[in-house]
């Protein structure tokens, strides 16, 4: 578990050099564990992201009678699948630790089961939204119940007849998508979705590795209930997300030259590069593949010098978790940023809008909330005393702000770093990064 008072210490300046490999993709990872206990057969993971969310995914099939071996200290997870209607009544609350992708993917399958569970989360995810999926779901023929306010826990009721529905979703988020159609592997007919926008479309490729039928037509997709799942091996590439803190590090920090190698390079993750690029950054993508029916791809990053943008509001679902980080991107570039229709910001690990907002403040960098983004000005970041909210990205970012600070910073509460990047601390030290830890 999540030590509780770690903090973070950057020495200023510094660059980042040489080839690193972050770890795997934690929406990936995810999903292997659930697609892969849904199977029928031995599903093999390679790179699974030992991350606490993902490990919360793990221990929750566990909970639920599937036979899981690793991870490994190489990543390398078996998973022995017992079908769609295998699973068996935990004797214990699931816990989803911080994690709002094991929830909301999470109700929709639970949705489908013979059994009741109940599923708890950390103070972070005890905020967070989950009207989003239980009411479509409910829509479907689910029991769900929640707070007043529609917070976890969630206690999901099993033996519900399910429905297909069809389902305009009111926000562009992967995890309701997810949660629908995960849902419908279990439903009477047809589940489709419409999204207002592009958003990671991860479960529909591993669905559809997995044999099942899924069918995308531009911003429309379906399936059916009643097929199966037939186990396959899963190649995680490594994690866009954890890759962003260095591609935005070394773009910022002066004289860097750093390979991130084996990233995954989803077209619906894409967004950071797109946007760094407008703002003038340096990036090469080398030796483009494919893994296990994602594109994978090594890239180089070469400091530049950065301009301030108005960031396409196109690539905001595709660059969603990295805004945070991208807000450092804007600190260090010359001129203005500005980022709308950004507001599911607010409801994340933290408030990211309003917690990078007082950080950067807090640096000396003019940065304005907005409702649904941010106005930032290009400046000189001094160091400063940060709190992370508890926020594993925000922790990160400002880590990485380091490079470009005056004096030393200072962030408080880091543990929540070891839910999706295990290792940064080591890894950013060795391509340069002047970080240390103290606290318990
Ligand atoms: C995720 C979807 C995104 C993202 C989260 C992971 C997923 O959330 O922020 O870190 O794995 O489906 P939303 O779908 O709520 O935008």
Same mark, same amino acid.
């Given at each position: 578990?999540?030590?509780?008072?770690?903090?973070?210490?950057?020495?200023?300046?510094?660059?980042?050099?040489?080839?690193?490999?972050?770890?795997?993709?934690?929406?990936?990872?995810?999903?292997?564990?659930?697609?892969?206990?849904?199977?029928?057969g031995i599903?093999?993971?390679?790179?699974f992201? &030992?991350?606490?969310?993902?490990?919360?995914?793990?221990?929750?099939?566990?909970?639920?009678?599937v036979?899981?071996e690793?991870?490994?200290?190489?990543g390398?997870?078996?998973i022995?699948?017992?079908?769609?209607?295998?699973?068996?009544? *935990?004797?214990?609350?699931?816990?989803?630790?911080?994690s709002g992708?094991?929830?909301?993917?999470?109700?929709?399958?639970?949705s489908?089961? +013979?059994?009741?569970?109940?599923?708890?989360?950390?103070?972070?995810?005890?905020?967070?939204p989950?009207?989003?999926?239980?009411?479509?779901?409910?829509?479907?023929?689910?029991r769900?119940?929640?707070?007043?306010?529609?917070? *976890?826990?969630?206690?999901?009721?099993?033996s519900?007849?399910? $429905?297909?529905?069809?389902?305009?979703?009111p926000?562009?988020?992967?995890?309701v998508?997810?949660?629908?159609?995960l849902?419908g592997?279990?439903?009477?007919?047809?589940?489709?979705?419409?999204?207002?926008?592009?958003?990671?479309?991860?479960?529909?490729?591993?669905?559809?590795?997995?044999?099942?039928?899924?069918k995308?037509?531009?911003?429309?997709?379906?399936?059916?209930g009643?097929?199966?799942?037939?186990?396959?091996?899963?190649?995680?590439?490594?994690?866009?997300?954890?890759?962003? @803190?260095?591609?935005?590090?070394?773009?910022?920090a002066?004289?860097?030259?750093?390979?991130?190698?084996?990233?995954?390079m989803?077209p619906?993750?894409?967004?950071?590069?797109d946007?760094?690029?407008?703002?003038?950054?340096?990036?090469?993508?080398?030796?483009?593949?494919?893994?296990?029916?994602? *594109?994978?791809?090594?890239?180089?990053? %070469?400091?530049?010098?950065l301009?301030?943008?108005?960031?396409?509001?196109?690539?905001?679902?595709?660059?969603i978790?990295?805004?945070?980080v991208? @807000?450092?991107? +804007? #600190?260090? +570039?010359?001129?203005?940023?500005?980022?709308?229709?950004?507001?599911?910001? %607010?409801?994340?690990?933290?408030?990211?809008i &309003?917690?990078?907002?007082?950080?950067?403040?807090a640096?000396?960098?003019?940065? %304005?909330p907005?409702?649904?983004?941010?106005?930032?000005?290009?400046?000189?970041l $001094?160091?400063?005393?940060?709190?992370?909210?508890?926020d594993?990205?925000?922790?990160?970012?400002?880590?990485?702000?380091?490079l470009?600070?005056?004096?030393?910073?200072?962030?408080?509460?880091?543990?929540?770093?070891?839910? #999706?990047?295990?290792? @940064?601390?080591?890894?950013?030290?060795?391509?340069?990064?002047?970080?240390?830890?103290?606290g318990e």
């Amino acid at each position: 578990m999540s030590q509780q008072n770690l903090r973070f210490i950057v020495q200023p300046g510094g660059k980042l050099i040489g080839r690193i490999r972050v770890p795997g993709d934690k929406s990936i990872s995810h999903r292997s564990i659930m697609l892969g206990s849904l199977a029928e057969g031995i599903t093999q993971v390679s790179g699974f992201l &030992q991350g606490e969310d993902c490990l919360c995914t793990l221990q929750a099939f566990r909970n639920m009678g599937v036979q899981i071996e690793g991870p490994s200290e190489e990543g390398k997870v078996t998973i022995h699948g017992v079908g769609l209607h295998g699973l068996k009544a *935990p004797n214990t609350d699931l816990d989803m630790g911080n994690s709002g992708t094991s929830m909301r993917l999470m109700s929709g399958l639970m949705s489908g089961q +013979a059994f009741d569970v109940r599923m708890t989360g950390d103070s972070s995810l005890s905020k967070r939204p989950m009207k989003r999926v239980t009411v479509p779901l409910a829509q479907m023929g689910a029991r769900i119940d929640a707070t007043e306010q529609g917070t *976890p826990p969630l206690v999901v009721h099993g033996s519900s007849q399910l $429905t297909g529905i069809h389902y305009e979703m009111p926000m562009a988020s992967a995890q309701v998508k997810s949660a629908l159609l995960l849902a419908g592997l279990y439903a009477e007919g047809e589940t489709s979705v419409t999204e207002p926008a592009p958003t990671r479309d991860h479960t529909e490729r591993m669905l559809r590795g997995f044999g099942y039928t899924v069918k995308t037509e531009g911003n429309h997709i379906s399936l059916t209930g009643g097929g199966k799942l037939t186990a396959m091996a899963i190649d995680v590439p490594s994690d866009i997300s954890s890759a962003a @803190f260095f591609m935005v590090g070394a773009s910022i920090a002066e004289g860097s030259d750093l390979i991130i190698e084996h990233v995954g390079m989803n077209p619906t993750r894409t967004g950071v590069i797109d946007i760094l690029r407008l703002m003038g950054a340096n990036l090469e993508l080398l030796n483009p593949r494919e893994v296990g029916g994602e *594109p994978v791809a090594d890239i180089r990053v %070469r400091s530049a010098k950065l301009k301030g943008i108005r960031i396409p509001e196109a690539l905001v679902p595709l660059a969603i978790d990295e805004f945070p980080v991208l @807000f450092v991107a +804007a #600190s260090c +570039a010359e001129g203005e940023t500005v980022l709308t229709g950004a507001e599911e910001l %607010r409801v994340k690990e933290s408030d990211r809008i &309003q917690v990078m907002a007082d950080g950067l403040v807090a640096c000396g960098i003019d940065a %304005r909330p907005t409702a649904d983004g941010i106005i930032i000005q290009g400046g000189k970041l $001094t160091g400063g005393t940060i709190t992370s909210h508890n926020d594993h990205r925000i922790a990160m970012s400002f880590s990485i702000a380091g490079l470009r600070a005056s004096s030393s910073m200072l962030i408080n509460d880091c543990a929540t770093v070891n839910t #999706s990047f295990p290792g @940064f601390v080591q890894l950013a030290y060795g391509a340069g990064l002047g970080i240390s830890t103290d606290g318990e």
